[in-house]
Structures are given as structure tokens and as C-alpha cells.
């Protein structure tokens, strides 16, 4: 069965510092990893996605992650952070059966300090 | 283009009552899914449609729990005799395929059961 563990459930920076949220992810296939973001009241938006393609993805606002089958790992960095990335941060991974349904992780809230 | 939307965005139900909860996917998406998310969690599956069918109802928690499709467009997910652990967001999703992986969120609807 698959997982994803999300470790650090608050993680706060300074704005232009360097944002890293970790996600160790556990498969018994090859793995399809998500992440997504969420705001307040707000679903989920898609940052950027893992599908066995390049090992380094790049999403959207700056963020990109490194898909690491050694470490098991698919953390998500930014190089500088800006206050309106501070939301809740969500790893997700696909279960590839029959309907790839997401199962995702606790989240990680980032905080962006001036 | 319009997203996938959902309502009501607030339901209070007072502990015995039944609620219905309505999603508009985007036009043309032919998969679509229900998660829960309780507070301070992730969202967790509850149940999968592959246009009308539904192919997995695996993550309903009881039988209290109920979704349909019927035309392959709008859902509704019914909740029973709603109990205070029913207190979640419940969050739709669709995509374009099965092996699109790229699932698109709603706002959710945020239900209080008193």
C-alpha cells in the first residue's frame, strides 16, 4: 500500500529565505507524487507532480521538488521565499489501481516572516 | 474556464439530520472524487466515478455515507443521520482521464454537525 509521511507540521522562514518541506513516501510500485497546495478556505491546487519523467520537476510560483529513489523522498524547495507563499502544503501519492485515487500526508504549514 | 464547484461552501446540521452535498465538476472530466478532510488532517478518500459508475466506494465510512453520479456530470454525496464526527470538509475532485493524474479541487464544503 502506498503513503506519504510529512515531516514537520509547521515550518517557518524569513521572506527571501530558502523554503524546504519534506516528504518520504512509501510504495510498492513505482511511485506518481503530487504536491498541492491550499490556502484558507480554498481546495487544493496542483503545485507540481512526479510521473517517472525527470527526477527534477518544476511547478508553478518558483517551487520545484526532487523525486529520490534511493532516500525514498520527494521534498518540495523554493529558493526565496515570498509572504504569499505562506498556506498549507500537502505531499500526495497516486495508489495507480483502479482509480488512482490520492492518498495524501498531514501537511506541513509554512509561515513567511517579513 | 469554470473550475469545479461546490455547494453549499457552510452547512450546520443539527446531530440526526441528513445533508446533501452538491459538486459540479468541469465539463468534459470524466473522473471524479470524494475526500474528507478533517480539521488539522489531509483529505482521505471516500469514493471514486468513472463517469455514472461508481468504481470504488471503499473510503465511505458507513453506510451512513452515499454518493451518485447519474448523468456522469453533477455528484451529490448524502450523509445520513449526520453524527458530530461527520464534521469535515468534504472536497471534490475531478479529472479529464483515469491516467490524466492531474486532479482538479473544488472549495469544499465545510460541514458542522451540532
Known amino acids: 500500500a502506498q503513503s506519504v509521511t510529512q515531516l514537520g507540521s509547521h515550518v517557518s522562514v524569513s521572506e527571501g529565505a530558502l523554503v524546504l518541506l519534506r516528504c518520504n513516501y512509501s510504495?510498492?510500485?513505482?511511485?506518481?507524487l503530487f504536491w498541492y497546495v491550499q490556502y484558507p478556505n480554498q481546495g487544493l491546487q496542483l503545485l507540481l507532480k512526479y510521473t517517472s519523467a525527470a527526477t527534477l520537476v518544476k511547478g508553478i510560483n518558483g517551487f520545484e521538488a526532487e523525486f529520490k529513489k534511493s532516500e525514498t523522498s520527494f521534498h518540495l524547495t523554493k529558493p526565496s521565499a515570498h509572504m504569499s507563499d505562506a498556506a498549507e502544503y500537502f505531499c500526495a501519492v497516486s495508489d495507480r489501481g483502479n482509480t488512482d485515487k490520492l492518498i495524501f500526508g498531514t501537511g506541513t504549514r509554512l509561515q513567511v516572516f517579513p | 474556464g469554470a473550475g469545479v464547484s461546490q455547494s453549499p461552501r457552510y452547512k450546520v446540521a443539527k446531530r440526526g439530520q441528513d445533508v446533501a452535498l452538491r459538486c459540479d465538476p468541469i465539463?468534459?472530466?470524466?473522473?471524479l472524487f470524494w475526500y474528507q478532510q478533517a480539521l488539522g488532517q489531509g483529505p482521505e478518500f471516500l469514493t471514486y466515478f468513472q463517469n455514472e459508475a461508481q468504481l470504488d466506494k471503499s473510503g465511505l465510512p458507513s453506510d451512513r455515507f452515499f454518493a451518485e453520479r447519474p448523468e456522469g456530470s453533477v455528484s451529490t454525496l448524502k450523509i445520513q443521520r449526520t453524527q458530530q464526527e461527520d464534521s469535515a470538509v468534504y472536497l471534490c475532485?475531478?479529472?479529464?482521464?483515469?491516467?490524466?493524474?492531474?486532479?482538479?479541487f473544488g472549495p469544499g464544503t465545510r460541514l458542522t454537525v451540532t
Open positions: 465539463s468534459g472530466h470524466v473522473s
Open positions: 475532485a475531478s479529472s479529464l482521464a483515469l491516467t490524466s493524474y492531474e486532479q482538479y
Open positions: 510504495s510498492s510500485v513505482p511511485p506518481y
